[in-house]
């Protein structure tokens, strides 16, 4: 199984551990461009591009990921299934229909609750007691598309910021995604949003 993961934050770190730690073939991980920070404008790599540089991971930090190169190098690693974790582009048509087994989104919610960028302050914002993961196979339209898995309900504490159940979401979507692929090698068939 030859993957190619897509993430930029600390969030999406634990999904692409777990993989790591499992074995899984990752050629190649995408993440967003390396930007200046703090007050000395000094140009740092995303927590992801870190994390995969550090574990010796192929990186790939395109500025639009819509350009033609950038799809010619991601096809020549013929990957069987793109995994993304708020990678922070929308992924173009070409590259979603690339991989034999698809490509699948990890969600910070129970979809079609909260689609976009930010699942998990909505959660809190609307005062929902619990949250959960929704691993979804990529269309193109924004969190839309067909549903693999969603994990158990996960509490929302009182005292959760988006930062601690962001935390909480990243920690269950480790084993979370492995129990999803299990599902996506057996061919399980998505299920459509409402």
């Not at 079609?112 to 959960?132: E, N, W």
Request: charged fraction near 20%; glycine fraction near 6%.
């Amino acid at each position: 199984m030859n993957i190619i993961y897509f993430g930029t934050p600390d969030w999406a770190i634990p999904p692409l551990e777990g993989l790591v730690s499992k074995g899984f073939q990752i050629s190649m991980v995408v993440t967003q461009p390396d930007r200046l920070t703090g007050r000395k404008k000094n140009l740092t790599p995303c927590a992801v591009k870190s994390f995969a540089l550090e574990k010796n991971l192929s990186v790939l930090s395109p500025d639009k990921i819509k350009d033609l190169d950038v799809f010619k190098t991601i096809k020549q690693k013929n990957p069987n299934l793109i995994i993304v974790c708020a990678y922070g582009q929308i992924l173009p048509q070409n590259l979603l229909d690339l991989p034999s087994f698809g490509s699948f989104n990890i969600h910070y919610s129970f979809l079609p609750k909260f689609r976009g960028a930010s699942p998990v302050q909505a959660s809190i914002l609307a005062g929902d007691s619990t949250t959960g993961i929704s691993i979804q196979k990529m269309v193109m339209k924004l969190d839309a598309g067909p549903i693999l898995s969603e994990s158990k309900p996960i509490e929302i504490l009182d005292s959760d910021t988006s930062r601690t159940l962001g935390e909480k979401l990243s920690a269950h979507s480790k084993d979370f995604l492995l129990e999803s692929i299990e599902q996506i090698l057996a061919n399980k068939q998505p299920i459509e949003q409402n």
